[in-house]
């Protein structure tokens, strides 16, 4: 989604905003610019279509040099990806403004503004934004003032970044249901939307609250929260250094996160697990007495997010036996739902900053609930504000657009939460201990899968010139090749859907010939006769198979059938071990497709619009 940038320093900030579009390339956009108030006080913008690097070319062929400026990556909402749709946007040669969210009443805005006199250079709806603050400029010169009057107006979600040409050392942001966070340098102030953009320059941060509106010039920060009352707001050192964010000499940023995950699995296991047991605690204070009481668990998400709830919702039913259902965000927003008597809500998310999501949870809060609990990997995003129990993943940052080792660490995350739910419910010390060796085999088990990435490369150039492929699972698996799906579909642009196994000849059948892989992941677990049925239905169709096996479950390669066995030992952590050679699947594959596999087309890392 939209990225923001700005900065009032006493250097020229034009390196440091495009430095910092740079490192928000990952959220996603399809066009970028900036706009500097130079010393004559006069505003100067570039604006691509295209990537940063564009932009950095047409400001090395004429750059622009100011203190004072703000910077945007845009993903189209309203209005065609193209330049005169590039933020920033500029009122009259006075205002500039950048806007991450949507303005959801912009129509009745634009028709009053042109009423007004304004005209329209854009089809976005940001620009009733820049023209409210330079009407209210009209009538008290005062930027601060002016966003005030503003954001009255707007209804929706925004994060703003205004400057003026008659303040040119001050820079005005404003929060609401988008995320933006101050960097704080010495002497000089930085806006971003999140805290990688700013990492080179800075590791202290104040994360806007939503409503907060920050009025900030070289040496003085003042925040107003939604009452425009002033507030302090904490300052966090950020643990993080500059190079968390670089590619580690791979080749895209998803595949050092695919090799990262026995690495994000331990550090999202410390501290977690003492003598034998799951650290409760982890989840929050209280959360030992919460857990005691829990007699129903709704979980809610999006994407990845949602296949890691799946899965959870089998380990919860089987191991606490404790009823759970999982929704989607988008959907569990606009239906009747009812809550059982002591429902925890679980949140999962990445980012934590996922517009439907955070919505959901702001709905279960009207709803009587047991409690609410955030799984999420961003420490200071708004879903861990607002939730009443965190636990963090721990995964570090994820910048690939596919979400791999965020989907594995969720994982870890939500087989402690049922560990620590079932012991109230009939799960013994020694069970416990057991979940935990298996807990703490998974690094090690998840390095020796991704030592398969040679043969999985070579499977991948079966896909190369295929438009479709299923992907088959049963029971635990389903969401895993759900997730295997969403992976191929997204980097690869193979149309790729997920079955229950079962499910085939009730329909999907009639898609199977030799033109569509299907992909299936076949441990060996109870249901692997069945799975093996399935199977044999896809053969006498003429369809190629491609399996992922246990090498204990006698499945072998055969004419129109290509078997990876992996040393997969079923147990509960066969869930995650077998993502992980579907991860690579379809990371080969959209290499071998010279897709842009960081940045996949239309795709948003942080998804913040609804
Ligand atoms: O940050 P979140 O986990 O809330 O994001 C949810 C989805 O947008 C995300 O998982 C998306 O589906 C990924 N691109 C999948 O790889």
Redesign the pocket.
Known sequence: MCGIVGAVAQRDVSPILLEGLKRLEYRGYDSAGLAILNENKKLQRIRVQGKVNELRREHQASPLKGGTGIAHTRWATHGKPNLINAHPHICRDQVALVHNGIIENHEELRAKQTAAGFQFSSETDTEVAVNAVYEALQTSPDLLKAVFATIKQLEGAYALGVINTEEPERLVAARKGSPLVIGIGIGEYFIASDVFALLPVTQKFIFLEDGDVADIKRDKLVIYDANQEIVERPINVSELNADAADKAGYRHYMMKEIFSQPNAIAESLENRIDDGKVVASEFGQNAESIFKQVKAVKII??????HAGLIAATWLEEIAQIPCHVEIASEYLYRKSVVAEDTLFVF???????AD?LAALQLSKEKKSLSTLAICNVAESSLTREADLVYLTHAGPEIG???TK?FTTQLVGLFLLVVSIARHNGLSLEEENVFVKELESLPGRVNQILQYKDEIETMAKDFSDKHHALFLGRGVFLPVAMEGA??LK?ISYIHAEAYAAGELKHGPLALVDDDMPVVAVAPNNNLLDKLKSNLREVQARGGKLYLFADKSSQVESSEGVYVIKINGVYDFMAPILYTIPLQLLAYYVAVIKGADIDQPRN?A???TVE
């Open positions: 998400a999006c994407g990845t997010s949602y999962i998310s990445q980012s934590g900053e996922t999501t657009v596919a979400s965020a969403l992976k997204e795709l890392k942080c998804v």
